[in-house]
């Protein structure tokens, strides 16, 4: 991507968004970042992240809500940007099951916004959008069989809310870039883990329960698969869709999806093994989880498994990092970020 460009990221707060928004400020991109700062889980690690982003002169960030209709105008007309990645959203499976309004507000009015902010960005900005880059979800996928997961296959069978909401984002960006032309790509994630990242996901979940001495809870009996995907190998397939847009399609549209996955689903049990050695590498834990082993959740899947070959085609990238090197710099963070006395509460 061309030094100068400028980027507006939203969910610049958020575990993607933050390591996106370095790895583009420390190629010499500008970036306006946007996030509510929401209590979905801890405040203070975005906070962090706010402040580590702060120290690059070419950030500039605005606390704003996507789904409030006066916030993002302003915001574009501050930013001027040439490319939009829209990363905010509110996440979790199992959340979308007991506060759904969330979903629905973050989820499909928020992305909404975006999509009106970028079809009157000429008034707004001076300028057109150039691409907009946005996150959809493997969630999409649903209970499908057929593995790997193609963009191409059928998704139209979602077993939570959430997963919906992903691919009504889907829908909709398709729909505004043949009215209005808007190039757009959307990024279907798996499993994204690393430094600094969510602590709802299951291995930072897992962690914390791990240093407390509680136990950790496997479902469908630990018998499932997950693609599990590290953050870096996320940013750089990002950061290479940004830097091209889609071709038109058959109906004359410049609208594409992609699966940004590792390729190799691990079984659940393998990964707990792998990351209660890592943590032990590390000094976090002494001793392996104690572990319950529970049914299958509702919103849950089986496996899920990225077909690349796309993204291999198009941009002569695939992700590569193995699991056991990503939960190693996982648990080396986790280390030196956490006090000890905080571990042993």
């Not at 606390?63 to 916030?71: L, N, S």
């Not at 007991?98 to 960005?121: D, K, M, W």
């Not at 190693?328 to 905080?342: K, L």
């Amino acid at each position: 991507m061309k030094e100068g460009t400028s980027v507006l990221i939203t969910g610049a707060a958020g575990f993607i968004g933050y390591h996106l928004s370095r790895y583009l400020l420390e190629q010499g991109v500008s970036v306006f970042g946007i996030d509510n700062l929401n209590d979905y889980y801890d405040v203070n690690l975005k906070k962090v992240r706010l402040e580590l982003l702060s120290r690059y002169e070419g950030f500039r960030f605005v606390r704003a809500d996507i789904a409030d209709e006066d916030a993002l105008p302003d915001c574009f007309r501050q930013a001027k940007p040439g490319i939009v990645v829209h990363l905010a959203a509110q996440a979790g499976v199992r959340y979308s099951i007991t506060n759904p309004e969330a979903y629905l507000q973050s989820n499909l009015v928020g992305f909404f916004r975006i999509l009106e902010a970028c079809r009157h960005a000429e008034a707004l900005c001076g300028t057109g959008i150039s691409h907009l880059v946005y996150a959809s979800s493997s969630s999409v996928y649903g209970s499908n069989r057929q593995v790997p997961y193609r963009t191409a296959d059928q998704a139209d069978h979602p077993v939570s809310l959430y997963a919906a909401t992903k691919k009504s984002n889907e829908l909709m960006a398709y729909a505004y870039s043949k009215l209005y032309g808007i190039p757009a790509t959307g990024l279907r994630f798996f499993t994204v883990y690393g430094p600094l990242g969510r602590p709802d996901m299951a291995y930072f979940s897992f962690t914390d329960k791990m240093v407390r001495g509680e136990k950790i809870q496997l479902f469908n009996n630990g018998d499932m698969y997950r693609d599990f995907t590290y953050i870096d190998d996320i940013v750089s397939g990002v950061a290479k869709v940004m830097s091209r847009i889609p071709d038109p399609d058959e109906n004359g549209v410049r609208h594409k999806l992609y699966n940004i996955g590792n390729n190799r689903p691990e079984k659940l049990m393998y990964f707990v093994e792998t990351l209660e050695q890592c943590l032990m590498e590390a000094g976090v834990i002494d001793r392996p989880a104690q572990k319950e082993f529970l049914p299958m959740q509702p919103g849950d899947v089986y496996q899920t498994y990225a077909d690349i070959e796309d993204l291999i085609k198009d941009f002569g990238f695939r992700p590569g990092t193995d699991l056991r090197d990503g939960l190693a710099e996982f648990a080396r963070w986790y280390a030196g970020f956490y006090p000890r006395a905080q571990k042993t509460d």
